[in-house]
């Protein structure tokens, strides 16, 4: 498994993690034709640096605005902008993902709805390209799984557009707080982490630790802007997962409802699946007044939350809907494919630890076959797992 670590001992910014991802070896033009496809080019220019924070060699990434002042956006214009545009739809939703859990971040604090929130700096053109940049990037490595370290609180008071603000900023703190994000002290007074940053990573990251066991092939550093007692940087760790069993943040919704035709509910959990959701299910139980009900639960994760919570505020009449976040421990999976006299079956294989511990047919290739040969499902069952049984004993 291909895994990244995000060390931010220094802290982390939107231009920290672009920098990083260049140091890494995201090919400059390339992420230069992929910004293209926001159609903003005449609002900035991307200036790439090589530079040293306190002893130690990094890639500086700055975003400037053209000789004058990147106006401020709201959700709607970002939105128009990076759905308008011509990037994959991966990169144009997770971006968008980044942006909708920053603006909710800010409409909290400010006690305000996220269509009404005035991003100011972070709606700014640089923003833009930061979290934009950074989703092409780490699209462009390829990882299955990203860890994030425990993020430093720095001190101190930053500028704002409503003037000064306490570090860590309210934005930060609410991200933090919303993603259970763990934190520490460096001992250094200054932001070192920013909103857009620790969107970035609570958006992206599997979950907040310590390195999980990997074989470390590349190591991206990108440069913050401050110069520290210690080295301004972000560190990305990439490489290849050793045999563990890893585990994953998941974001886990519960409602219950009373007053729903069941086909909606059905139709619920097809839009849920469609958005990204790892599982959807329900159960009866009893509510208040002793009234029969539903509970729905879906799991995804964290960064489609939102998403996955609007859909069952659209679709079901529930006016409440709980969120929590969990831990889940996932074997190793991949799909193998076994010869069997009635045609090719898909086995899901699970493994702990490089060890097989669950091979399962794929039941509709067992079902496709039963009706083709008019035979039991379990007919053809049968005969996939034994021939997975000579297979691996091959």
């Known amino acids: 498994m291909k895994l990244a670590y995000l060390d931010c001992a220094a802290g982390i910014a939107g231009d920290m993690c672009l920098g990083a991802l260049l140091d890494c070896g995201l090919p400059l033009d390339y992420l230069e034709q992929e910004l293209s496809r926001l159609h903003l080019e005449e609002e900035y220019e991307l200036q790439v640096h090589s530079v040293t924070r306190s002893g130690v060699k990094a890639t500086q990434a700055i975003v400037q605005t053209a000789g004058r002042e990147s106006p401020s956006r709201h959700w709607p214009e970002i939105q128009a902008t990076i759905a308008s545009s011509s990037l994959s739809p991966t990169i144009a939703q997770r971006s968008l993902d980044i942006f909708r859990t920053l603006g909710q971040a800010e409409a909290a604090v400010h006690g305000q709805s996220l269509e009404s929130v005035h991003f100011h700096e972070v709606g700014a053109v640089d923003a833009t390209i930061d979290i934009v940049g950074t989703c092409i990037g780490l699209d462009w490595l390829q990882v299955e799984r990203i860890i994030a370290s425990p993020q430093p609180v720095g001190g101190g008071w930053a500028n704002s557009a409503h003037?000064?603000?306490?570090?860590?900023?309210?934005?930060?703190?609410?991200?933090?707080?919303?993603?259970?994000?763990?934190?520490?002290?460096?001992?250094?007074?200054?932001?070192?982490?920013?909103?857009?940053?620790?969107?970035?990573?609570?958006?992206?990251?599997?979950?907040?630790?310590?390195?999980?066991?990997?074989?470390?092939?590349?190591?991206?550093?990108?440069?913050?802007?401050?110069d520290l007692p210690l080295p301004n940087v972000l560190r990305l760790w990439v490489g290849d997962s050793l045999a563990e069993q890893p585990t994953e943040t998941i974001a886990v919704l519960e409602t219950q409802i009373d007053d729903v035709n069941p086909q909606v509910v059905a139709y619920t959990f097809e839009r849920l699946f469609e958005a990204g959701a790892l599982d959807v299910f329900s159960q009866p139980v009893t509510m208040k007044q002793n009234r029969p009900g539903t509970l729905v639960t879906a799991i995804c994760p964290p960064h489609l939350a939102d998403r996955c919570e609007g859909i069952l505020f659209e679709e079901t009449t529930t006016i409440g809907i709980r969120r929590s976040l969990q831990q889940r421990s996932v074997l190793e999976r991949e799909i193998m494919r076994v010869e069997t006299p009635y045609g090719s079956i898909q086995m899901k294989v699970a493994r702990r630890h490089a060890q097989v511990v669950n091979a399962q047919p794929e039941f509709s290739d067992c079902a496709a076959l039963a009706r083709k040969f008019h035979i039991p499902v379990q007919q053809v069952w049968l005969a996939a797992q034994a021939a997975w049984h000579r297979t691996a004993q091959l």
């Open 163 to 226: 003037g000064k603000i306490p570090v860590p900023v309210p934005a930060v703190m609410q991200l933090w707080q919303d993603f259970r994000v763990p934190v520490f002290s460096n001992g250094v007074e200054s932001e070192l982490v920013t909103p857009t940053g620790a969107a970035i990573s609570v958006s992206w990251a599997d979950g907040f630790g310590p390195c999980p066991p990997m074989q470390v092939e590349q190591v991206g550093v990108g440069a913050g802007t401050k």
